[in-house]
């Protein structure tokens, strides 16, 4: 299994960017995927999830600004991150349980410039 990560990028303060994650390789059904993110030594922390059936939970610091979503015929999750801040600024991962294993992505720079 893999997850395939893109999107990320240089953004303003206030400004938008779209993270896309591809899931391929499972023959088995896509379950809980979400987006963590992790800056230079911190913890990975978790951003936002979406079940299979589309229930989302997010961060604090992103409610309101940023939407998870999902595609179960693309096997891929989305991230729409608006009214980005400084704060924002990390390198994003998505990942997925898939039957009996916890799977992650590559990795996405977002640097988000005052």
């Known amino acids: 299994v893999q997850l395939q990560a893109s999107g990320g990028g240089l953004v303003r303060t206030g400004g938008s960017l779209r993270l896309s994650c591809l899931a391929s390789?499972?023959?088995?059904?896509?379950?809980?995927m979400g987006w963590y993110r992790q800056t230079p030594g911190e913890q990975r922390t978790l951003v936002a999830s979406i079940t299979a059936r589309g229930s989302t939970n997010y961060a604090d610091s992103v409610k309101g600004r940023f939407t998870i979503s999902r595609d179960n015929t693309k096997n891929t999750v989305y991230l729409e991150m608006n009214s980005l801040q400084v704060d924002d600024t990390a390198v994003y991962y998505c990942n997925a349980f898939i039957r009996f294993g916890v799977y992650w992505g590559q990795g996405t720079q977002v640097t988000v410039s005052s």
């Open positions: 390789g499972s023959d088995f059904p896509i379950g809980l």
